[in-house]
């Protein structure tokens, strides 16, 4: 049969993949080239500075890694529940009220594998083919596959640069159609740094309540925030808010893949089906660390916030003076926005000549919307040296720019 399927004069008709492969490709992709090709420089040994990825320059706390380390030696590596364990999920409760004053148990908490794995999981329990999604931008790259992937068509409301990226109701309020089913944003905002007010979060409570809407939060970065926690409406709309966070970026842990939903009962039932399909559990010696990271939890955060606060000081005051450089503050965050529209180049030019001219890899803000593409987004959750250095290179190759 196979000297049958070899002698064939018949050439074979290319296989074919689901639609759903071009949906998961997402228009951001490209805008981690730099990123790549600067982390492929360090791995040789290149002397290169990478402002272009938010992955704090902190270890883990010693406590969360040390349970990890005897978990693991006790041989806790067996199956878990899908949903997680319930001393966890009842950690995370805590935490969660803590935050938002919304009571909750562990039947409205799922533990899933980062807050990316949890968006990932509402997109495809709150929507489908013909319905819209709303997403307010600036927006993480990610995002448009991610809330595309369940066949949903996702629609952007913009913030604009002259505003400070805050949000306009009013815009938000007109992107609503008959079709529209959630709305999906991040507070602290990645990559602007801006928290929604009280007075945001009323507005969007009152858009949702009239067109029967969901709300998903995504809080990976409340720790950041001051005094740990950003307003919110999860007290306000329990049976129609769901908040996504992690401990990635407030205790270093990305690298953990420890994220969680917060919701309506019965979406997290839906969750616990999907979770069974893609993780069947997640490893118990990592829930069993994640408990000790939510009992440390406000030294994590105050450490984070105190770092990322040095650093966000250090830079503006490093770069402020230099006229083709205009910086929105970010109120929150391990990121600034940088407006280098002066200087004559895009966003995605000014982050490939920077590179190429001085080894600092940054991100080009129109991987986060059109109203953020003559911006770069740096990182500034680096250590204070490397820091130094970068904000040296960027000045000389700004500078270089006059006389070019």
Sequence with gaps: MQADLKSS??????????????????????????????????ERGENVILLSVGDPDLDTPIEVTEQAIAKLRAG??????????????SAIAALHYSRSGQRVGVDNVIFLAGAQNALFTASLCLAGPGDEVIALEP???????MLEVSGAHMVRVASSAAR?????????????????????????????????????????????????????????????????????????????????????????????????????????????????????????????????????????ESRIREYCAKRRNLLIATLKDLPKLRFNAPDAGMFILIDVSATGLSGQNFA???????GVAVLDGGAFGASTQD??????????????????????????????
């Design 9 to 42: 004069k018949n050439s074979p008709l290319p296989m074919k993949f689901s639609p759903l492969v071009d949906r998961i490709t997402g228009e951001g992709s490209d805008a981690w080239q730099i990123h790549y090709a600067a982390r492929a420089a360090q």
């Design 76 to 89: 806790d590596t067996h199956y878990t529940p899908a949903s997680g364990r319930d001393t966890l999920r």
């Design 139 to 145: 927006l993480y790259p990610s995002y448009p596959a």
């Design 164 to 300: 400070g990226f805050r949000l306009e109701l009013a815009d938000l309020e007109a992107a609503i159609t008959t079709r529209t089913r959630a709305i999906f944003f991040a507070t602290p905002n990645n990559p602007s740094g801006v928290v929604f007010s009280e007075a945001d979060m009323l507005g969007i409570a009152q858009l949702a309540v009239r067109h029967s809407l969901w709300v998903v939060c995504d809080e990976v970065y409340a720790g950041l925030a001051p005094q740990g926690r950003v307003p919110s409406i999860a007290a306000t709309l329990p049976e129609q808010v769901v908040t996504v966070s992690s401990l990635s970026k407030s205790h270093a842990m990305p690298g953990w893949r420890a994220g969680w939903m917060v919701g309506p009962k019965s979406l997290i039932a839906h969750a616990e089906a999907l979770a069974m399909c893609m993780l069947f559990g997640l490893p118990g010696f990592v829930q069993e660390a994640a408990i000790t990271a939510l009992q440390v939890a406000p030294a994590a």
């Design 352 to 358: 490939r000549q920077l590179f190429a001219a001085e």
């Design 375 to 404: 911006f770069v987004r740096v990182c500034f959750a680096t250590d204070e040296t490397s820091l130094r250095e970068a904000c040296t290179r960027i000045r000389r190759f700004v500078n270089s720019l006059g006389t070019a």
